[in-house]
C-alpha cells in the first residue's frame, strides 16, 4: 500500500483545499486529470475520508493549458474534514492508496494536541481493525441517505413521524433480501420505531421486536 503525506495550509480551512504537489502525478491514475470544467471531469476516485460517514468520489483538475491544479475538484467534504479533526494550517495528513482508483486519507498520528489526547482511543480502534481486518468489507452502497430514517420521509406511514435515530426501510429490506431465509422469526432487539418489524412483514417474515 503506497502512501504520501501533504500538508494543510490555511486554504484547507477557507476552501478544502488539499495540496496534493507533494504526492507527485505518478501516485494517481493517469486519467483523474480532467479539464478545467466540470464537463471535463476526469475518471473520479474515491476517496474514503476518516471521521466521515460516506465515499467521495473526485477528480484532479487542470489549468487550460494542461498544468494539473494539485487540488481535488469536490472539495466541501475536505472542509468537514478537516474541522472533524481539528487540523490547523502545517497539520499533516496521510493519503494512502489501496487500489488504483481507492484512497483513504486520515490525519497523521504526529499532529496536534487534540490528536494527542483522542490516542488511547485510537490504539484500541486500530486493535480491533487489525484484528477485524480480514473481516472488514467496506460496503459504498450504505451511504448516508440509505443508512438513516431521512430516507422514509417519502413513504406512507413510515414518515408519519420522525425518528433520526431509525433505519431507512429500504435498507432494512435490502438487508432481509441479501439473507438466505426467506420466510421464519425475525428479531429486533432494539425496534425504536419498528422499521424493521413492519419491513419483515411485508416480507413474509414473523418479527419480534424489544424496545
Request: aromatic fraction near 12%.
Amino acid at each position: 500500500m503506497e502512501s504520501r503525506v501533504i500538508q494543510l495550509t490555511s486554504a484547507a480551512h477557507k476552501h478544502g483545499n488539499l495540496n496534493l504537489s507533494a504526492c507527485g502525478k505518478e501516485f494517481f491514475p493517469p486519467d483523474v486529470f480532467g479539464g478545467s470544467t466540470e464537463k471535463q471531469k476526469g475518471h473520479e476516485i474515491t476517496i474514503i475520508a476518516e471521521g466521515l460517514l460516506e465515499p467521495v468520489k473526485t477528480d484532479i483538475p487542470t489549468e487550460k493549458n494542461g498544468r494539473i491544479r494539485w487540488m481535488f475538484r469536490q472539495r466541501s467534504w475536505a472542509k468537514k474534514f478537516v474541522k472533524t479533526h481539528n487540523l490547523n494550517a502545517n497539520d499533516t495528513v496521510t493519503i494512502n492508496r489501496i487500489a488504483p482508483h481507492r484512497y483513504v486519507i486520515k490525519p497523521n498520528g504526529m499532529n496536534s494536541h487534540f490528536v494527542a489526547l483522542r490516542q488511547p482511543a485510537r490504539i484500541e480502534r486500530q486493535k480491533l481493525e487489525d484484528a477485524y481486518r480480514n473481516l472488514i468489507e467496506v460496503n459504498t452502497y450504505l451511504n448516508r441517505k440509505l443508512v438513516s430514517f431521512q430516507a422514509n420521509k417519502d413513504i406512507p406511514f413510515y414518515n408519519w413521524f420522525s425518528y433520526k435515530e431509525g433505519f431507512s426501510y429500504q435498507m432494512v429490506k435490502m438487508f432481509i433480501k441479501d439473507y438466505p431465509k426467506r420466510t421464519g422469526k425475525l428479531l429486533d432487539p432494539f425496534s425504536g420505531s419498528g422499521t424493521a418489524l413492519f419491513a419483515a412483514t411485508e416480507m413474509g417474515f414473523d418479527p419480534l421486536g424489544i424496545e
